[in-house]
């Protein structure tokens, strides 16, 4: 019991200590300047795997410098590369029938040049045998010719004229050949097309099979480890976006009323002799009770709403290393857009 009451004490005499810190900070503050403290978060991005298998590598240890792109995990499948095999398998398969189709049009063109031609000779003798009957009724009107000569000249023109009727049938034949292997042809060619999109998809999802890193980042945790066996869409690694840096901090409805979204604001962490410019990049639309973390117990009697103050991502890049998650300090906002910063928060970077 006696423990008991001297924890409680203790407590009690700590978070006293705190809030009296906290009002003389803000007190110190000078009108329009508003400040809470808060943990400096980095932006995690949770990379998973959208299809099953075994680990096989994992080339990068936890705290590794990743870029966008870079292979984070190989998994084994003997599915998915079978599947691609038999997608390439068939690819191969359609492109010799599109190779056959084009080989028999170009046969029946050919066919039809050649009846076209045997066509043309048709008409040619079919015109000198009309001309040789028609002289030979002339001359026998004469009696120049018996008429067995013009009997004879009128058989060679009717036996002209149905060659010209088979040469323009066999030429009609070779014209619908042709059609027909333009259309075998489009139908080769439209079935090459889907397997080739059955490769690419085979493809894709082969090398999907390797996760790469969706952005420039660290990687935070290895949630997977070689030789482990994993579900589609389990998670395979966690990483953190260095260019995302934020801190979230809670202030009362009081200092709410002139805050925006975009205005200025500054971090300042415990242990580093500098102040980080920041901007508002969210502001609660309800008020919450105040986590335990950042008032007193009086204090977290009060509802709050939380702001969240976002360092430019070419500054955070610039200190990626020194600034990370977890890290406590400070974040210090406008309630008023007429005042103006005191020299203590002038921005004041790490050398």
């Known amino acids: ?72 995990a190989e998994l084994s499948s003997e599915t998915s590369s079978s599947r691609l095999e038999e997608a390439q398998a068939a690819e191969r398969l359609r492109q010799g029938s599109v190779r056959r189709a084009r080989a028999a049009q170009e046969q029946t063109l050919r066919t039809v040049t050649k009846a076209e031609a045997n066509s043309e000779a048709a008409r040619q003798q079919q015109r000198v045998a009309k001309m040789e009957w028609d002289n030979a009724r002339k001359m026998q009107a004469d009696g120049l010719v018996f008429p067995a000569e013009t009997e004879r000249r009128r058989a060679d023109y009717e036996r002209a004229s149905a060659a010209v009727k088979a040469a323009e049938a066999a030429r009609a034949e070779a014209q619908a050949a042709v059609a027909q292997s333009r259309a075998a042809e489009s139908e080769a060619q439209a079935a090459a097309q889907q397997a080739a999109a059955a490769v690419k998809a085979a493809g894709s999802a082969n090398d999907d099979m390797n996760i790469r890193a969706p952005i420039n980042g660290r990687l935070e945790y290895r949630i997977a480890e070689v030789g482990s066996v994993v579900a589609a869409g389990s998670k395979i690694a966690s990483l953190l976006d260095p260019a995302d840096v934020s801190m979230n901090i809670f202030l009362p409805a009081a200092a709410m009323s002139r805050l925006k979204v975009g205005g200025e604001a500054r971090i300042r962490l415990d242990g580093i002799d500098a102040v980080f410019p920041a901007k508002i990049s969210f502001i609660a639309a309800e008020a919450q009770f105040t986590p335990k973390s950042v008032e007193t117990e009086n204090e977290r009697a009060k509802l709050m709403f939380k702001v969240k103050l976002k360092i430019p991502a070419d500054t955070a890049l610039r200190h990626n290393r020194l600034l990370k998650g977890g890290m406590t300090g400070n974040g210090f906002v406008k309630t008023d857009e007429a005042a103006a910063w005191p020299q203590d928060l002038a921005v004041k970077l790490p050398q």
């Open 1 to 72: 019991m006696k423990k008991t009451a001297l924890l409680t004490a203790l407590a009690a005499a700590l978070a006293a200590g705190a809030y009296l810190y906290y009002h003389r900070q803000s007190d110190a503050l000078p009108q329009g300047i508003a400040q809470s403290n808060g943990r400096l978060e980095l932006n995690r991005l949770d990379v998973a795997t959208l299809y099953p298998g075994r680990v096989r590598a994992m080339p990068f240890d936890e705290g590794a410098d990743i870029k966008a792109g870079d292979i984070l």
